[in-house]
């Protein structure tokens, strides 16, 4: 993760940022304002949790109702953009009419634009949950799909064979 600039001070994460005294918000909110809505960190970390703010544009929408009224949104469905903002897809790409051209994951070689369509491949052993789990252990994505004993040994810091 780069480093984070807020209240005249650098830190080493948003994790970091979020344990100082002065954030006004929990990691998870200050996490989605930073990384999905585009809020400068000092504006995220201070702003009060029951004011939503979205930047998309470069202009800041108070609503999602608001972003879809505007003519630049390719899609016409609040729901819609909910759904694809829950599923980690940023602002600026879950306002597009196809953001399945903005592919996140890559694993046995292709591509992914979510969690559920990797776990939806035959290849991929755990289960949505194991796997979310896994990779916020810090595993990389070609050993969280495989086995338990594949996932086991690479925490143990053992070579595992990749399958």
């Known amino acids: ?5 807020a209240f005249g001070q650098t830190y080493r994460s948003i994790k970091s940022l979020a344990r100082d005294p002065r954030c006004a918000v929990d990691y998870y909110l200050l996490w989605r304002r930073i990384r999905y809505y585009g809020w400068e960190p000092t504006e995220a970390a201070t702003v009060p949790d029951d004011v939503s703010k979205y930047v998309v544009w470069g202009e ?8 879809i009224n505007d003519p630049r949104c390719e899609i016409d469905c ?3 953009l909910t759904k694809r903002i829950r599923q980690g ?3 600026q790409d879950a306002v597009l009419a196809q953001p399945e051209a903005r592919l996140r994951f890559e694993v046995w070689g292709e591509q992914f634009t979510t969690l ?3 776990v939806r491949d035959e290849r991929c052993v755990p289960r949505y949950k194991t796997l979310v789990y896994r990779l916020k ?8 799909v495989q086995d338990k004993e594949a996932f086991l040994a690479w925490r143990r810091g053992e070579q595992c064979p990749t399958n």
């Not at 800041?60 to 608001?66: C, D, H, K, P, V």
């Open 60 to 67: 800041t929408f108070s609503s999602l109702g608001q972003i």
């Open 78 to 80: 609040r729901f819609t």
């Open 89 to 91: 897809i940023p602002i």
């Open 137 to 144: 252990k810090g595993t990389p994505l070609e050993i969280a």
């Open 116 to 118: 559920s369509d990797v």
């Open 1 to 5: 993760m780069n480093r984070i600039q």
